[in-house]
């Protein structure tokens, strides 16, 4: 067909799936046009990880994903964490390996990961239309692709990598779920996710700025990592990590989170006990430094009823054990997550019992193929959703050559 408006594919979205299908499905062959409403590619990927995107983890596995695991499981048969290193090695990104196999580009800049995609999907011909909205899209014969413009492009594969509603500052929105609602798709409920909670305890406005290595605890669930308390609650990884499933939660009511300050430590009364015999002189403040921030210490004294002035070796042993349980499950209170515009990702999206697990082909629409954070599966910090995403990339254009 000579119809320069045409293609094989197009791609709804330069994101990560976006970029990696566009890309994959060239390579192939394929005439390829991609379509991105913002002014840049990938901008998500580039704030991701602080600006340094994390963009996989060594220790991938579908226990890392929420939402429908299985659909994970497919994808991480197909792409792997070796074939996800040799993907980009094949862009020329050069990757470095750090603590709980977290993989960063070398240059410590995600737009190392961002460039070399954007040149790659240029070299093998890629079509890409930047600030052009997508609006509609309509199957017939073919696919139809609206623009806001009033453009409109034809297609025998159509895929949607539009993202999610999180950050909405970099360009999130709920433009792809409006979009797969109208091809026939049920779009389970959107919350935030990897986001920080806001609590109920105002005495955590005590603690504002400082960061701790912990493991938190809701719902039957745990996370281990670091904790930032903020003036209006709990941030960092250990914390995001839980967000997903805490979220849909709150709306029965509060949920309670604990914090282990100390998850290395097994015994923590005898831990303490024994500290005291060492250190029987030293008063209540004194008797912490050296394993807690003075100011955790400090809200401590305080929370437990120690009195401040009592040299530690006539402490009760009670007292040990309280100040024991009290660190080694800190009670909070979680009332909310933080808002869209702080949340990393989303947990909900398109139903996935809709999806072909295997290819990512709507199971409603044929043709139409469904990526990345559109899809009900969320993962935890630490790469997983970018791995996930270039994942449903990848697949999605083998499916496509395939047929």
Request: glycine share 10%.
């Given at each position: 067909?000579?119809?320069p408006?045409?293609f094989d594919?197009i791609?709804v979205?330069a994101?990560?799936s976006?970029?990696?299908?566009?890309l994959?499905?060239a390579?192939?062959?394929?005439k390829?046009?991609?379509?991105?409403k913002?002014q840049?590619v990938?901008r998500?990927?580039?704030v991701?990880?602080n600006?340094?995107?994390?963009?996989?983890?060594?220790?991938?596995?579908?226990?890392?994903?929420r939402g429908t695991?299985?659909?994970?499981?497919?994808?991480?048969?197909?792409f792997?964490?070796?074939t996800?290193?040799?993907f980009?090695?094949?862009?020329?990104?050069l990757?470095?390996?750090?603590?709980l196999?977290?993989?960063?580009?070398?240059?410590?800049?995600?737009?190392a990961?961002?460039?070399?995609?954007?040149?790659a999907?240029m070299?093998?011909?890629?079509q890409?239309?930047?600030?052009?909205?997508?609006?509609?899209v309509?199957?017939?014969n073919?696919?139809r692709v609206h623009?806001a413009s009033?453009?409109i492009?034809s297609?025998?594969?159509?895929v949607?990598?539009?993202?999610?509603?999180a950050?909405p500052q970099?360009?999130?929105?709920e433009?792809?779920y409006?979009?797969a609602k109208?091809l026939?798709?049920?779009?389970t409920a959107?919350?935030p996710?990897?986001?920080?909670?806001?609590?109920?305890?105002?005495a955590?406005?005590r603690?504002?700025?400082i960061r701790?290595?912990?493991?938190t605890?809701?719902l039957?669930?745990s996370a281990?990592?670091?904790i930032?308390?903020?003036a209006?609650g709990l941030?960092?990884?250990?914390?995001?990590?839980l967000?997903?499933?805490i979220?849909p939660?709150?709306?029965?009511?509060?949920?309670?989170v604990?914090v282990?300050?100390?998850?290395?430590?097994?015994?923590?009364?005898?831990?303490?006990?024994q500290?005291?015999?060492?250190?029987?002189?030293?008063?209540?403040k004194e008797?912490f430094?050296g394993?807690?921030h003075e100011?955790?210490?400090?809200?401590?004294i305080?929370?437990?009823?120690i009195?401040?002035s009592a040299?530690?070796g006539?402490?009760?042993?009670?007292?040990f054990?309280?100040?024991a349980g009290t660190?080694?499950?800190?009670?909070?209170?979680a009332?909310?997550?933080?808002?869209?515009t702080?949340?990393m990702?989303?947990?909900?999206?398109?139903n996935c019992?809709?999806?072909n697990?295997?290819t990512?082909?709507?199971?409603?629409?044929?043709?139409?193929?469904v990526l990345?954070e559109l899809?009900?599966?969320?993962?935890?910090?630490g790469g997983?959703?970018?791995?996930f995403?270039w994942?449903?990339?990848?697949?999605?254009?083998?499916?496509?050559?395939?047929?």
């Amino acid at each position: 067909m000579n119809n320069p408006n045409f293609f094989d594919v197009i791609i709804v979205g330069a994101g990560a799936s976006g970029l990696v299908c566009a890309l994959a499905s060239a390579r192939r062959g394929k005439k390829v046009l991609l379509l991105e409403k913002e002014q840049q590619v990938g901008r998500k990927i580039l704030v991701s990880g602080n600006g340094r995107c994390n963009l996989t983890n060594a220790y991938v596995s579908a226990g890392d994903y929420r939402g429908t695991p299985q659909l994970a499981a497919a994808i991480l048969e197909k792409f792997s964490f070796q074939t996800c290193l040799d993907f980009f090695q094949t862009l020329g990104v050069l990757t470095t390996q750090e603590a709980l196999g977290r993989v960063f580009p070398q240059t410590g800049k995600s737009t190392a990961v961002v460039e070399p995609l954007r040149l790659a999907c240029m070299e093998a011909g890629v079509q890409i239309r930047l600030g052009t909205e997508v609006v509609k899209v309509e199957k017939k014969n073919h696919f139809r692709v609206h623009t806001a413009s009033g453009d409109i492009f034809s297609a025998k594969y159509c895929v949607l990598a539009c993202g999610s509603k999180a950050y909405p500052q970099v360009g999130g929105s709920e433009s792809g779920y409006r979009l797969a609602k109208s091809l026939g798709h049920h779009i389970t409920a959107l919350t935030p996710a990897l986001c920080a909670l806001n609590v109920k305890e105002k005495a955590v406005a005590r603690l504002q700025g400082i960061r701790a290595q912990v493991r938190t605890t809701a719902l039957g669930t745990s996370a281990e990592g670091e904790i930032l308390f903020t003036a209006y609650g709990l941030s960092g990884p250990a914390v995001l990590g839980l967000s997903g499933i805490i979220g849909p939660h709150l709306q029965q009511g509060p949920v309670p989170v604990n914090v282990n300050f100390f998850p290395q430590i097994e015994n923590l009364s005898e831990f303490l006990m024994q500290r005291k015999q060492q250190f029987a002189h030293r008063k209540a403040k004194e008797f912490f430094a050296g394993i807690l921030h003075e100011n955790i210490a400090n809200l401590l004294i305080d929370f437990v009823g120690i009195k401040k002035s009592a040299p530690v070796g006539e402490w009760p042993e009670y007292v040990f054990k309280k100040a024991a349980g009290t660190l080694s499950a800190w009670p909070f209170t979680a009332l909310s997550l933080r808002p869209w515009t702080e949340a990393m990702v989303t947990a909900g999206g398109v139903n996935c019992a809709e999806i072909n697990y295997n290819t990512l082909e709507s199971l409603r629409c044929p043709g139409l193929y469904v990526l990345g954070e559109l899809l009900n599966v969320d993962g935890r910090s630490g790469g997983f959703n970018l791995h996930f995403a270039w994942g449903c990339g990848y697949c999605a254009a083998g499916a496509m050559a395939e047929e």
